[in-house]
Nanobody, 115 residues
Framework: QVQLVESGGGLVQPGGSLRLSCAAS????????IAWYRQALGKEREFVAQ???????DYADSVKGRFTISRDNAKNTVYLQMNSLKAEDTAVYYC?????????WGQGTQVTVSS
């Protein structure tokens, strides 16, 4: 069983930055595909970014150039650096780990971008 704990969310003004962290328990982290998703109020959960075992990254078009995902396998932690935040980035952000056939989700952390 893997447990994921996100942190780093909060209230930030438009144009500001936040860094989210997701710490994982267990031994599969370094062998897993790690991703961030988000869900805004009244909307479906959507993909934000992912990083493969080898470090290859991929981003949703809406966050390219503003968000950076990274992983530290020694700490079993994945990060999401979010810059130039916009009101439309407001959502609950979820960490996700895929290690076939298993998939795990964190509990989410709220990010609110507002002046």
């Amino acid at each position: 069983q893997v447990q994921l704990v996100e942190s780093g969310g909060g209230l930030v003004q438009p144009g500001g930055s936040l860094r989210l962290s997701c710490a994982a328990s267990g031994s599969i982290f370094s062998r897993s595909l790690i991703a961030w998703y988000r869900q805004a109020l009244g909307k479906e959960r959507e993909f934000v970014a992912q990083v493969s075992r080898g470090g290859t990254t991929d981003y949703a078009d809406s966050v390219k150039g503003r968000f950076t995902i990274s992983r530290d396998n020694a700490k079993n932690t994945v990060y999401l650096q979010m810059n130039s935040l916009k009101a439309e980035d407001t959502a609950v952000y979820y960490c996700n780990i895929k290690y076939r056939p298993y998939e795990y989700w964190g509990q989410g952390t709220q990010v609110t971008v507002s002046s």
